[in-house]
């Protein structure tokens, strides 16, 4: 598996919830874009947040403030914390790293 993504489960409106992506020594870089995506029921996939070389991080307006998206090298992770969550973010959340796409982890907020 190149990309191992963890984390989701279900959580209450207002709770939190911390993704993580870690990839293989076989596709990892320390530089590229990274992301996460969701992709709710009925719904296409979305761009949640965007990190690039030498720019600000990215995220969609629908979760700034309340989702902030990160990576740590040494661990060759990127990660996705997400707070306040709502029952609208209901999704299978997905990463994206250097090309390469991650298994989905469905994240279940309940009102």
């Not at 995506?37 to 965007?50: I, N």
């Not at 309340?66 to 990127?78: E, G, H, L, P, Q």
Request: proline share 3%; hydrophobic share 35%.
């Amino acid at each position: 598996v190149q990309l191992q993504a963890s984390g989701g489960g279900l959580v209450q409106a207002g709770g939190s919830l911390s993704l993580s992506c870690a990839a293989s020594e076989s596709i990892f870089r320390h530089n590229g874009a990274v992301g996460w995506y969701r992709q709710a029921p009925g719904k296409q996939r979305e761009l949640v947040a965007f990190m690039n070389d030498g720019e600000t991080p990215r995220h969609a307006d629908s979760v700034k403030g309340r989702f902030t998206i990160s990576r740590d090298d040494a661990k060759r992770t990127v990660s996705l914390q997400m707070n306040n969550l709502k029952p609208e973010d209901t999704a299978v959340y997905y990463c994206r790293m250097f090309g390469v796409w991650g298994q989905g982890t469905l994240v279940t907020v309940s009102s």
